[in-house]
């Protein structure tokens, strides 16, 4: 009698064994949107490049842990490599931080991609946290760190839309008008 037992029970952890095998494959293997990515990011005018980290920085852009992909802080960096400088709200409007924010959130695009060769791997945006460089009496960080986070909803849709922090910084490096870090969820 035991040894039916047994064996039955080990029939039925072979046959759950495979029904969670068969399971896992068909989700790893089915889009997660019903768009490709890279055909958005055309649509949107957004152009990738090569991310690079300052001179004599010893960190890495992403960190990889299990699913989620840790995204180092960076900063609003133009096409031509400049920076965008300066306290929002001072000598920058809001309006500026909020398009500096954006130019972070297409960085962090391009570290995605480097990562992982494939942006439609990218499950969710979790987590962001947006530094605003700004005077003591500024109060509208949301409002530019809305650049970023708007256009990982425009990416993204329903799985850019994340928790987030908008806080205000005495000074940030190189006066950076902004800095943006992410948390992202992907795909194993």
């Known amino acids: 009698m035991k ?5 039955v029970l080990g029939l039925l952890l072979i046959v759950a064994f495979a029904c969670n095998s068969e399971s896992k494959q068909k989700s790893d293997t089915e889009n997660l949107y019903n768009y490709d990515i890279e055909a958005r990011l055309d649509s ?7 991310p690079t980290l300052p001179k004599g920085i010893k960190i890495v852009l992403a960190a990889r842990v299990g699913n ?7 900063g609003p960096i133009k096409a031509d ?3 965008v400088t300066g306290k929002i709200g001072t000598n920058l409007t809001v309006d500026e931080g909020y398009e500096a924010a954006r130019l972070v959130a297409i960085r962090h695009l ?3 991609k480097k990562e992982l060769g494939d942006l439609n791997k990218v499950v969710r945006i979790v987590k962001v946290l947006g530094m605003v460089n700004a005077d003591s009496s500024f109060t509208e960080h949301p409002k530019v760190i809305n650049g970023y986070s708007e256009l990982m909803v425009a990416v993204f849709g329903e799985r850019g839309m994340h928790a987030r922090s908008a ?3 005495a000074s940030l490096p190189f006066n950076l008008a902004c800095e943006v870090e992410a948390i992202v969820q992907i795909r194993e």
């Open 81 to 83: 490599g400049t920076r």
């Open 68 to 74: 989620l992909l840790y995204l180092s802080g960076n």
């Open 3 to 7: 040894s039916i037992f047994k064996l």
């Open 110 to 112: 391009s570290v995605l």
């Open 167 to 169: 806080v205000g910084m």
């Open 44 to 50: 949107l005018g957004i152009t990738l490049s090569e």
